[in-house]
């Protein structure tokens, strides 16, 4: 589809710009939008291109959202510090995990990783002395940005941070993936035996790509507690990474951009028939994933490509 | 020794209801090797209508656990015909996702028929008292479970592993292409397994609602206990199943009566290491 | 704090929202859970303001008020933050409401220090939500406020010896501290404190435990919903009232999932600021109201704390419109009769103070249904752990 380079970054970039002069009485609401796109960035890292499927990414980003919860409420409230706090407690946990879940896969690693998460949220719990437990941690008050900017009531300087924030990582990724070894993460993705037999260590590549994809979702964590200057028990909820799987494959995995559209879609569709009708919306949600699956399997960004296989279908009909 | 005796009493007695509850699961996704995360969505449609035909129509509990049963198999079946074969062709991501979008609609549809508090079946006056086993008692319903256990896993390896039935099965799971060019109906024996499988996680959702009650987030509530069951046994082994749920059963009461601070970290921990040295399960035959 | 008020919020309305026509209308931004598995809270919340509504006019003085109704889904600060935010600037409301969640309300906290909006807690009852704005007024309960006379009422009847068992988690644990406190104070003592994984799903080594130490009672604190009802169940499988251990409890019969406990809960003890079954014309009259409006309904303490809160809410209107500061002040010393029973604010923890009842399960001879029996007020007490 995009022949010019970065077409489809600069067109995502001016409707986020776009966007606080469009909605100005809902930054708040798009701030958790980009959060949201960061976190799901980081998991298509691992699940596009790597073709790790996790149910358990949410202990990273809970992670890095106790850690620079932390960080600003004992040692200082800088921002920009407390996102490097929640990007190496993201990096670490995702490292010390990893060393244990890339070496299974399937069903065994879903579980794996559910593990890992329901056992960071206990400990969570348990410690309730430091993190508030489900009362939640508190007290956490943020310095202004750089020095300069200061969090304000309407959260323009939220938005404006985070979507730094997110330009900023979605670069990284994007270059990590161009490397060579987002290159070799796809070729285990697409073959593990292949990359083997060429002498790729596998096991060591998906450990490091699994690190990075850490500390992204830290990042994403890190930004939510500063934002919410609150961090909940909930951070580690299963339902998190489920639907982070889901908004994933909703936009297309392995694209990045895939990423940013799936967040947008899903979160606009939950915010909207949640505000009509709340009590059903869940039916909704459900209805919208067994489309993409059935309608357009590699997401959104499948859909002219679908349509254009539906014509194709049509006129070789006779073909078995 | 009375403490050994309780925390083999109640580990057996709950491992029994951790298999009942799971086992539906062990038959699609173990022996039809569909990722099926709907399944604790037969078990809330299997106890909504055993509630319902109980207590809003006045049913006796006798009558209405077969009805319930036989009303979610011919749910399955339909939702078979409709919905589940096209997804045991998906790739194991798609098939994930299709089965929690179908498990977000059903309790989307029972939240909206029936609410979101709990939705309970009241056992009959038969099954309320507890027996007296001398040095404690043991609550009726609990033996119920037990023997419907033994009774199902009995069923099942005769069912799989000895008739005609569970060869072809078998053989359809292995190669469907090639068993049925041998002539075997293969979409049958997929709808004849699949309604199995929903019927099982009915019973089990009824057996098992005195401890893990009924109510419109039943699946999602306990979804991670049916996979940790499931994947603790291994893929394609019932026994495995079965030899799990009691593991679990007997390692979590013994952890709630020995360190009940670190009961949950320490078995989600002992998990962990044993799908760590055992990816396959402890039963299971090899990965997929 | 009022010009910084004008400097955040006037800058920005009068920039974007040139019209001020609304200026007789007095929103009030409900935030509360209408999804997910707690949407039972929602529900009440909604069917509770809607009756008081249709008794009383949406008239307030000189004022219509209007409801907004937002989803929170559950406890989760991020989204309640920013739906506060969205009521705040692009709704423009001058309450909140609601709140099931401890984390939040506190998450909400900066944002009504800084806009003064007065914040009415239907629920949340950690006492300490009230310390993180001086905007918060709660029309519920805190834990120490029904748990420490409990203890009280349990030392007077001659238990001597109990075991708590809690959910190992915040509110668990806050209750398990007011129940220990107050009942070793009385001279009682607490043999064994269990705290119990909030994952649990079978009781039974826990009250094989409490049986094991053999007290005259266990005191239980646990999550409405499922743990409720296994523990309750397990309790009375095990023989344990038979054995002459009595279940003191707070919550855990509360109404809407009362009639699934079964006749396992006949003979529970709890001690509670609200019984469906309390014996009054006012909440009589509330019941019928409710009903007439909603016949599915069932009203427990969400369904009075919404109520009173409404009410409050009302009364904060009809003196001080828009004006947050002036609207606290008329109402911080406010009484009134409340289904539940005399009710007043208490200026200095903005909680109600109320009075604490004893009851008992039984089957009611006329409905056939169970109910909480009043068998008397054994405290009138504000929030008791303010100072805590």
Redesign the interface.
């Given at each position: 589809m995009a022949r010019v380079p970065f077409l489809a970054e600069a067109v995502m970039l001016a409707c986020a710009v776009a966007a606080f002069y469009v909605f100005?009485?809902?930054?708040?609401?798009i701030?958790?939008f980009l959060?949201m796109i960061l976190f799901v960035l980081s998991l298509d890292l691992v699940?596009g291109y790597a073709g790790i499927?996790t149910l358990g990414h949410a202990a990273l980003y809970g992670t890095g959202a106790y850690a620079a919860g932390l960080f600003a409420v004992h040692v200082s409230g800088d921002p920009l510090t407390g996102l490097a706090v929640g990007a190496g407690a993201g990096a670490l946990l995702a490292f010390a995990s990893g060393l244990?879940l890339m070496?299974?896969?399937?069903?065994?690693l879903?579980?794996?990783s559910?593990?890992?998460t329901?056992?960071c949220q206990?400990?969570a719990?348990?410690a309730?002395d430091v993190t508030?437990?489900?009362?939640?941690l508190?007290g956490i008050r943020m310095e202004p940005v750089l020095g300069i900017f200061k969090f304000?009531?309407?959260?323009r300087t939220g938005y404006w941070y985070a979507l730094a924030v997110v330009v900023a990582c979605y670069a990284v990724l994007k270059i990590a993936t161009l490397s060579p070894l987002g290159l070799s993460a796809r070729g285990i993705k697409d073959s593990a035996a292949r990359m083997v037999a060429i002498g790729s260590p596998v096991y060591w590549r998906l450990v490091t790509v699994y690190t990075i994809s850490g500390a992204i979702a830290g990042i994403a964590g890190a930004l939510?507690a500063q934002?919410?200057?609150?961090?909940?028990?909930?951070v580690y909820a299963?339902?998190l990474s489920?639907e982070a799987?889901?908004m994933l494959?909703l936009g297309g995995a392995g694209r990045l951009y895939g990423a940013v559209i799936g967040v947008v879609i899903f979160m606009t569709v939950h915010h909207v028939a949640?505000?009509v009708d709340?009590?059903?919306?869940?039916?909704i949600?459900?209805?919208?994933?067994?489309s993409?699956?059935?309608l357009v399997?590699s997401g959104v960004l499948g859909i002219p490509a679908a349509i254009s296989d539906l014509f194709r279908r049509g006129n070789d009909a006779a073909r078995p | 020794m009375s403490l050994l005796l309780n925390i083999a009493v109640d580990g057996i007695a709950y491992g029994m209801i951790l298999f009942m509850i799971s086992v539906g699961l062990s038959v699609t996704m173990g022996l039809m090797r569909v990722i099926n995360l709907a399944h604790g969505a037969f078990a809330l449609v299997g106890g909504a209508l055993a509630h319902t035909i109980t207590l809003r129509w006045g049913i006796g509990y006798y009558v209405a656990v077969p009805l319930a049963i036989a009303g979610t198999i011919a749910l399955a079946l339909l939702s078979e015909r409709v919905l589940f074969r096209r997804i045991y062709r998906l790739g194991e991501l798609q098939q994930v996702l299709a089965t929690i979008g179908i498990t977000f609609m059903v309790i989307a549809v029972v939240n909206r028929l029936l609410g979101s508090s709990l939705l309970s079946i009241p056992l009959p006056a038969s099954l309320q008292h507890s027996l007296d086993l001398g040095f404690r008692v043991l609550p009726a319903h609990r033996l119920v479970v037990i023997l419907a256990g033994i009774a199902v896993i009995i069923g099942l390896v005769l069912t799989l592993d000895r008739s005609r039935f569970g060869t072809r099965l078998r053989a359809s799971v292995d190669n469907r292409n090639i068993a049925s060019s041998l002539g075997i109906n293969t979409d049958r024996i997929y709808a004849a397994t699949f309604c199995l499988g929903a019927g099982l996680a009915a019973l089990g959702g009824i057996l098992g609602s005195e401890l893990l009650p009924i109510d419109a987030y039943y699946p999602l509530r306990y979804m991670v206990l049916f996979l940790i069951v499931v994947s603790v046994g291994g893929m394609g082994s019932i026994s495995g199943s079965f030899a799990a749920a009691l593991a679990l059963g007997v390692l979590e009461t013994a952890s709630r009566y020995l360190i009940p601070d670190a009961g949950t970290i320490v078995f989600f921990a002992l998990v962990m290491a044993l799908l760590a040295f055992r990816p396959a399960g402890l039963l299971g035959k090899g990965m997929t | 704090m009022h010009i910084f008020k004008r400097a955040a919020l006037a800058a920005t309305i009068a920039a974007l929202c040139s019209s001020d026509s609304w200026a007789d209308t007095i929103k009030v931004g409900v935030i509360a859970e209408f999804s997910g598995p707690f949407a039972m809270y929602g529900k009440q919340y909604r069917e509770a303001v809607e009756t008081y509504v249709a008794k009383h006019g949406t008239q307030a003085g000189e004022h219509t008020i209007e409801f907004i109704y937002k989803d929170v889904g559950g406890s989760n600060p991020d989204v309640a933050k920013t739906l506060a935010q969205e009521l705040l600037i692009r709704e423009e409301v001058d309450y909140l409401a609601g709140f099931t969640f401890t984390p939040n309300a506190l998450a909400v906290a900066p944002l009504i220090d800084q806009s003064e909006t007065p914040t009415v807690i239907f629920n949340a009852a950690t006492s300490s939500i009230n310390k993180g704005s001086q905007y918060f007024l709660r029309t519920s309960y805190t834990l120490p406020q029904v748990t420490a006379p409990l203890a009280d009422w349990t030392f007077d009847q001659g238990i001597k010896t109990v075991v708590t068992a809690v959910s190992d988690y915040g509110p668990g644990i806050d209750a398990e501290k007011a129940f220990k406190a107050a009942f070793e104070k009385k001279g009682g003592k607490v043999v064994d404190a269990i705290r119990m994984p909030v994952a649990t799903t079978d009781f039974t080594p826990f009250i094989q435990r409490v049986r094991s130490q053999n007290p005259n009672a266990v005191f239980a604190f646990l999550p409405g919903g499922p743990p409720t009802f296994g523990f309750t169940k397990t309790y009375n499988e095990n023989g344990l009232a038979k054995s002459g251990i009595r279940f003191l409890g707070t919550a855990e019969t509360e109404e809407s999932n009362l009639q699934a406990l079964g006749d396992a809960a006949i003979g529970l003890t709890t001690a509670f600021h609200y019984s469906a079954a309390h014996d009054s014309d006012v909440a009589r009259e509330f019941n019928k109201a409710i009903k007439d409006k909603f016949p599915n309904a069932i009203t427990n303490w969400a369904s009075v704390g919404a109520y009173d809160g409404t009410h409050l809410i009302y009364e904060m209107v009809k003196a001080a419109g828009s004006d947050g500061p002036k609207a606290l002040e008329a109402v911080k010393a406010l009484k009134w009769e409340s289904p539940r029973g005399p009710v007043e604010m208490d200026p200095q923890t903005r909680t109600v103070k109320q009075n604490v009842y004893i009851r008992g399960v039984e089957r009611d001879t006329v409905s056939g249904l169970l109910v909480n029996r009043e068998k008397g007020v054994i405290a009138t007490v504000g929030d008791l752990g303010w100072t805590q």
């Open positions: 100005p009485y809902d930054l708040a609401l701030t958790r959060v699940l499927a244990l070496r299974s896969h399937g069903l065994t879903l579980m794996l559910i593990a890992v329901l056992i206990e400990i719990n348990k309730r508030g437990g489900a009362d939640g508190r304000d009531f309407i959260g939510a934002v919410t200057q609150l961090v909940s028990l909930e299963f339902n489920a799987l889901i494959v949640a505000a709340p009590f059903n919306w869940l039916f949600i459900g209805a919208l994933i067994l993409v699956v059935f399997p | - | -």
